[in-house]
């Protein structure tokens, strides 16, 4: 499954940190990846050893943790440090797979259930640079709004498609969850909208107050932290 996650950043956030990524250190991006992704990955990275890095890394991170929609839908138990990447003049990042685990500043080791790139520049403002997600349901094509994020299985092969005009610049980011396993995840987060729907429309009732009993039964049974 794949979310569409709107507004972690608002236009002014996302002009704030355009413009501090334009003094940031950008490296080859092959920097941090393993071999079969350096034989297709064609950008660049803004250096994680850059004292900039460290501040627009926590940003992000802390425009992604306040999200509501975020934690509904990703069940998040740890978030790696962000990344920044920037593709231009046909950069390109051909299907890969992303690393199952990667090392993580406090816990030492995290699994990558979800993958998730945070759109910072317009789509219009370039050609190119869709993130192409092969799922069971086929393969799907994402360009969202500077400021949106899309959540997509870390399990899923995907690419980026060359940049034929302008700049994509983007931060990604990978997702351990409580819940594992995609189709539960999916599952708690319909059961979580429709009781938020319902709420809205009905108000608090006996019913409401049940399947939201229901929704914590089933993420204590299943959840693993
Ligand atoms: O730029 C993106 O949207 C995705 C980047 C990516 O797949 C990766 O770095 O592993
Ligand atoms: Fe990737």
Redesign the pocket.
Known sequence: MMYHIPGVLTTDEVAQLRAQLALAPWID?RA??GNQ?AQV?N?QQVDTQSELYQKLQSAVLQAVNQHSLFFAAALPRQISSP?F?R?QQQET?GF?V?GAVRSHPQSGWMRTDL?A?LFLCEPESYDGGE?VVNDTFGQHSVKLPAGDLILYPASSL???TPVTRGV?V?S?MWIQSMIRDDKKRAMLFELDRNIQTLRTRHGESEEVLSLLNHYHNLLREWSEI
């Open positions: 991006g941090t990846v992704g990955k950008n990344l990447n593709y990042y890969h992303d993958s790139t993130l995907h690419c980026v994509r983007a990604f």
